[in-house]
């Protein structure tokens, strides 16, 4: 333990050691202007003639200029998640119990946060195109609801629910259909894949929706959504149950 | 030489500390799940060093994000606001950090069930020396 504490205190004099150096020869300091590229994505994300409609500059860096990597992104993520469920793949859920859980108190406070989360996640994910945040980041924190529920209510209380995995791998499925659709729709009208503002009206009833912007955001958050709770509801089987599978797989 | 220049040079070497630690921990670290942990500081750490590359010390800086949508907020925003690039890199940066993670903690679960170990020396056959 001795040993670990000297290293610990001696990296750290270290980074104060060079931090000193660094700021006495007063080579580096924070800039005061940002790259030509980011000025120009600022000034083109509402107002340019190449604009993407979106008053939020990453969002329109993301699934409008640099549209195409986002949904190979969203490929690769579909796959890594994919690839877990593989090793973690079960025929059946486990036999529902009841009576588990925690206490009242517990159980009470975690319906009206689980209900804010949801709130709260709709609001990050389709205000993506206007305001910080986004489908990824709407959708991992709708993910916490659930992740909430597993161990205050037990996975018995989503099972009994029909929140199946086998429905959550197909909600995902289907939201990652509508991304797909959405970034290939254009090409039958002889567009690029991906196109946004050329295709997709900027506004709907009077309401400023960006184009594609939107449908990405809204299906991106239902897919990242629910294939995190997929992953978190595999996670909570017990092991014996996964033992018990794999069991019969072998036979 | 000032506060602000003295904050970034901390900033530096307490991120350039933090990824020689966590490559520290990727080779040393014994189990496969401390590798996997500082395999998240070091991505993290790179993120951190992404977002700084974008910042610009102005008063106030702002987000890249037209609260109005008028012109004087555009020119407005072209003098303070950080740059939106490296946000959008660092955000496709997570998501694919995640999944490897994600993919990786799978591997390491599954290795567990397979030889009842998470060790990276047992995994591979070799004795546990300590």
Redesign the interface.
């Known amino acids: 333990m001795g040993r670990r504490l000297l290293g610990l205190v001696l990296?750290?004099s270290?980074?104060?050691?060079?931090?000193?150096v660094?700021?006495a020869t007063?080579s580096?300091?924070?800039?005061?202007?940002?790259?030509r590229?980011?000025?120009f994505?600022?000034?083109e994300?509402?107002?340019g003639n190449m604009t993407a409609m979106s008053?939020?500059?990453?969002t329109?860096?993301?699934w409008d200029y640099?549209g195409l990597?986002?949904v190979y992104?969203?490929a690769?993520?579909f796959?890594?998640?994919v690839?877990?469920l593989a090793?973690?793949r079960v025929s059946k859920t486990p036999p529902l119990k009841r009576g588990v859980g925690l206490t009242e108190i517990s159980r009470t406070s975690t319906k009206i946060v689980a209900a804010l989360i949801v709130v709260v996640s709709a609001s990050i994910a389709l205000h993506g195109h206007l305001?910080?945040g986004?489908g990824?980041q709407g959708g991992s924190t709708l993910a916490i609801a659930p992740l909430l529920v597993i161990p205050i209510f037990s996975y018995y209380a989503l099972l009994a629910r029909r929140l199946t995995p086998g429905l959550l791998v197909t909600l995902r499925g289907l939201a990652l259909t509508a991304i797909g659709l959405v970034a290939l729709l254009p090409v039958f009208k002889g567009l690029e894949v991906v196109t946004n503002i050329r295709f997709y009206p900027a506004y709907i009833l009077g309401q400023l929706v960006s184009g594609s912007l939107f449908l990405y955001n809204s299906s991106e958050y239902i897919a990242v959504a629910s294939g995190f709770a997929a992953?978190f509801l595999y996670l909570s089987f017990e092991?014996e149950f996964?033992e018990e599978e794999r069991g019969e797989d072998h036979e | 030489?000032?506060e602000?220049?003295?904050v970034?040079?901390?900033l530096?070497?307490?991120l350039?500390?933090n990824l020689?630690?966590s490559v520290y921990g990727i080779i040393y670290g014994r189990s496969l799940t401390k590798k996997l942990i500082s395999l998240t500081i070091f991505s993290d750490t790179v993120y951190v060093f992404f977002i700084m590359v974008?910042?610009?010390?102005?008063y106030p800086t702002v987000?890249?994000?037209?609260?109005e949508?008028t012109?004087d907020q555009?020119e407005y925003?072209?003098k303070h606001?950080?740059?939106?690039?490296p946000?959008?890199l660092v955000?496709?940066g997570?998501?694919?950090g995640?999944?490897?993670n994600?993919?990786i903690?799978?591997?390491i679960?599954?290795a567990y069930?397979l030889k009842k170990t998470v060790t990276a020396r047992e995994l591979v056959g070799f004795e546990e020396v300590e």
Request: net charge negative.
């Open positions: 990296v750290y270290l980074a104060l050691a060079l931090a000193l660094v700021y007063g580096l300091q924070p800039p005061h202007e940002i790259k590229l980011g000025v994505y600022v000034e994300t509402f107002f008053p939020e500059a990453v329109a860096i993301v640099r990597d986002t992104e969203t690769v993520f796959l890594a998640v690839a877990g090793v973690f305001t910080p986004g990824f992953v092991e996964h | 030489m000032s602000a220049g003295l970034w040079s901390l530096v070497g307490l350039a500390v020689l630690v974008g910042y610009r010390l102005v987000p890249p994000v037209y609260v949508l012109r555009l925003l072209a606001a950080v740059d939106p690039v946000q959008a955000l496709t997570i998501v694919i995640m999944a490897v994600a993919l903690g799978f591997g679960i599954q069930r």
